[in-house]
């Protein structure tokens, strides 16, 4: 039986128009990254630095799955949407945890992406939710009953493709992109008809002969070249673009088979959102030898930066360098590494990196800084107009020692030509271990925009894996590895409250108010919790 409070809520469809404007409604959260700039900031208030203590948790939803929980859930008007792995939706009251309905969808069993069998989020537009699934599916789920309305194949599973990332929709179009990098795959983003989810364009990351960048290829490297889509993008309506941070090229540790910058890969590509078609791109790390995806938030901001207020783009990459970038034109503004890096001079005045010789994998193996994870991965990060800084998760000091071989491309099996070690060759001097604490940590950290300078950190005996969450009130949330979550005031990094939760925290947290109270949650382990302040 629905509750009658379900069909309440949702009486009031979820337009497009409503999307467009999620920040005029900051009691929702409407969207992977809060609202389309991507900036997982939130304008509620009434948690703030001075009642930060009184922090509690009000409610916990238990997954039934023991796979990796990624997911950052929506708030529609008091229920919440989440998905538990690998691919159930889970209807939820905001205010409680009450369980409305919950769709289970039967993947195919052979589904076996690269890195467990993870989602981490839904879209939604009027009365249907949307949701990618591991055998390359995307659905569509009615929010009152969780019955299924549609599913379309978006590719065939069974090479490699997949789908992690939360859709983004724009306008009556559903966005999604491919995984599968690890298999060989020739990546591309494509948009589906909401109401009917027939194919409205397709992108591939990877050009074709004839096609512009096809000439970064060597022979038909490009057919297997992986270029993958596996964090959900962000979408401008003032120039109608949407853009999308695109993965490693394959092999991932063998660029030998490759030459060529390799195009799309390691890009960022702003696409129109009516047609797909490409308006400007921009490559952190050309010829990739160290899979360092960059699969990063694109995060949209209006700010003045050299004096003059700029429509920019803000993206610390897995590379280790932080960038600012003109989101109308793809133009370079300014860039900056952030965490230990040794396989670059720095970056020219196109913002291309000055590759320092002979740092790419080899078959004894090379150590290079930062290590596999990057200074940086996909991770939501924030920004607050507020404070006008920058958050994020960071992993510095850390190295991998990078190998390469030859790997034969087989369809559907694993194509890497190499791999990352943690422990260097006992010819060497020193035993360096990626995990060893003394050499590296993780932290949260605060960038200034404008200079890359950092404002403060605030370091970790672990590493973490969590997205960030700023608010007006000046409030920053972020986890860590070892299940710890913690509130900062976002101007100077004081820790003002923490709670150990238990499990891994690999998601973003989130923010939403029900009935004039804010609650936050998390995803931590097999659990999402919920925090709000005392009664």
Not at 213 to 237: F, I, L, N
Request: glycine share 10%; proline share 5%; aromatic share 14%.
């Amino acid at each position: 039986m629905i509750s009658l409070f379900l069909l309440l809520a949702l009486e009031a469809q979820v337009t497009s128009d409503r999307i467009l404007n999620a920040g005029k409604e900051p009691h929702n959260w409407l969207t992977y990254s809060g609202t389309y700039m991507s900036q997982r900031h939130s304008l509620l208030r009434r948690i703030a630095p001075a009642n930060a203590r009184e922090l509690e948790l009000k409610w916990v939803f238990q997954s039934s799955s023991l796979d990796k929980f990624e997911a950052t859930p929506l708030v529609v008007d008091g229920v919440m949407y989440v998905t538990q792995p690998p691919n159930d939706i889970v209807a939820l009251d905001a205010l409680t945890g009450r369980v409305f309905w919950t769709f289970e969808y039967n993947y195919a069993a052979k589904a076996d992406p690269c890195c467990g069998k993870v989602n981490r989020g839904v879209a939604i537009l009027g009365d249907t939710l949307f949701m990618g699934t591991i055998d390359a599916h995307l659905v569509a789920v009615d929010a009152k009953t969780g019955k299924l309305k549609w599913k379309v194949a978006v590719a065939d599973y069974s090479q490699g493709y997949a789908l992690a990332h939360a859709p983004l929709v724009v306008k009556d179009k559903v966005i999604v992109g491919t995984a599968g990098g690890e298999f060989g795959i020739r990546g591309f983003l494509a948009a589906y008809d909401a109401k009917t989810g027939k194919e409205a364009w397709r992108f591939y990351t990877i050009p074709a002969p004839g096609e512009p960048g096809s000439e970064t290829w060597k022979g038909d490297a490009w057919k297997r070249g992986g270029a993958s889509v596996w964090v959900t993008g962000s979408y401008d309506p003032e120039t109608n673009l949407t853009f999308w941070g695109i993965g490693n090229p394959g092999p991932d540790w063998n660029p030998d088979v490759r030459e060529g910058d390799n195009l799309y890969s390691d890009c960022v590509v702003a696409l129109d959102a009516d047609t797909g078609k490409l308006k400007w791109h921009f490559q952190f790390t050309p010829h990739d030898e160290w899979d360092w995806d960059a699969v990063q938030v694109p995060v949209l901001a209006d700010i003045r930066f050299r004096g003059e207020l700029k429509k920019v783009m803000l993206w610390a990459n897995r590379n280790a360098f932080f960038y600012v970038l003109d989101r109308v034109t793809g133009k370079f503004l300014f860039g900056k590494a952030f965490a230990k890096q040794t396989w670059a001079k720095g970056l020219d005045d196109s913002g291309r990196p000055i590759k320092i010789p002979d740092m790419g994998p080899s078959a004894e193996g090379r150590l290079v800084y930062p290590g596999v994870q990057g200074g940086t991965n996909w991770y939501s990060p924030s920004f607050s107009p507020a404070t006008g800084l920058f958050y994020l998760s960071v992993w510095d000091n850390y190295a991998s020692v990078y190998h390469k071989f030859d790997t034969p491309y087989e369809p559907g099996k694993r194509y890497l030509g190499g791999s990352p070690k943690s422990i260097v060759s006992p010819t060497r001097r020193e035993q360096i271990r990626l995990w060893d604490e003394e050499a590296g940590y993780g932290a949260i950290r605060a960038l200034d925009p404008e200079t890359g300078e950092m404002k403060w950190q605030f370091k970790m005996s672990d590493v973490s894996d969590s997205g960030v969450l700023s608010t007006a009130s000046d409030m920053l949330f972020a986890g860590n590895r070892e299940g710890w979550f913690y509130a900062f005031h976002a101007r100077d990094g004081k820790l003002l409250w923490k709670q150990y939760l238990g499990g891994q925290i690999i998601a973003g947290p989130m923010t939403y108010e029900v009935a004039g109270k804010q609650y936050v949650s998390i995803a931590s382990g097999h659990g999402l919790f919920t925090f709000g302040l005392r009664d």
